[in-house]
């Protein structure tokens, strides 16, 4: 049986708390437009979790000091350049991998080049 696409997952049982647009914007101190602005600019990434629910961003890509995660901007990028788009980025970032853990985890414990070694591997 084959692995289903990473568009394919159950984002809302993969990512246990999501954002919505105000509450990053709050969390960050900036306006909701300026939240969208960041995953325009793959600083963040956003998608809906699921049937009926509003787009949102996972909370843990946001530190407590309304950052985003140190790495995550520039896993993104890879991502995106490896024609990933914000679901399936959220999906790989959630799923684990090849990694002990999953790759937010390993962004969150400061292991970032770890994690964007084996994005930058997908283009392989």
Do not use: Y
């Not at 990473?6 to 939240?35: C, F, R």
């Not at 996972?58 to 520039?74: I, N, R, S």
């Not at 991998?97 to 292991?111: C, T």
């Amino acid at each position: 049986m084959t692995e289903p696409r990473l568009a394919d997952h159950d984002l809302a049982a993969l990512v246990e708390a999501w954002l919505d647009w105000d509450q990053a914007a709050e969390l960050i101190g900036v306006t909701a437009a300026k939240v969208r602005t960041m995953v325009r600019d793959h600083q963040l990434a956003a998608a809906v979790p699921g049937d009926g629910r509003k787009q949102g961003v996972p909370a843990l890509f946001l530190t407590e000091d309304g950052e985003p995660v140190k790495g995550l901007p520039g896993l993104l990028t890879v991502l995106h350049d490896n024609g990933f788009d914000d679901r399936e980025c959220i999906a790989w970032i959630f799923l684990d991998a090849d990694l002990p853990g999953r790759p937010i985890d390993a962004l969150l414990e400061n292991r970032g080049s770890e994690v964007k070694r084996r994005a930058q591997a997908l283009a392989l």
